[in-house]
């Protein structure tokens, strides 16, 4: 069974900077994209960031030149690098896979969450 296992959050100073992990158990997995959600009280679940296989990033409009996301091919692990943090950004992070598989005439694909990790920015 696959699973995501997070850490890296906790309670930030505004404009300090967290690191967030996600780590595959299972490394025979063929990944296609790694994603960070996010969801705040009393708001909806939120696309932070996305990378590709082939090394493609996206970013939500209100993390650009803020947060970067990156994939470690060996560790088998995915992180989400969070500067200049601030009080909105207070929220359970989540990580998100897609994988996939080839079979005859295509490719059949399978998602999974994590746990979620907790990043609170306050005074």
């Known amino acids: 069974q696959v699973q995501l296992v997070e850490s890296g959050g906790g309670l930030v100073q505004p404009g300090g900077s967290l690191r967030l992990s996600c780590t595959v158990s299972k490394s025979s997995v063929n990944i296609y994209e790694m994603a960070w959600y996010r969801r705040a009280p009393g708001r909806q679940r939120e696309l932070v960031a996305s990378?590709?296989?082939?090394?493609?990033?996206t970013y939500a409009d209100f993390v650009k030149g803020r947060f970067t996301i990156s994939r470690d091919n060996i560790e088998n692990t995915a992180y989400l690098q969070m500067n200049s943090l601030e009080p909105d950004d207070t929220a359970v992070y989540y990580c998100?896979?897609?994988?996939?598989?080839?079979?005859?005439?295509?490719?059949?694909?399978?998602?999974?969450w994590g746990q979620g990790t907790q990043v609170t920015v306050s005074s």
């Open positions: 990378i590709t296989n082939p090394n493609r990033s």
């Open positions: 998100h896979m897609k994988s996939f598989k080839v079979v005859a005439g295509g490719t059949t694909s399978n998602m999974y």
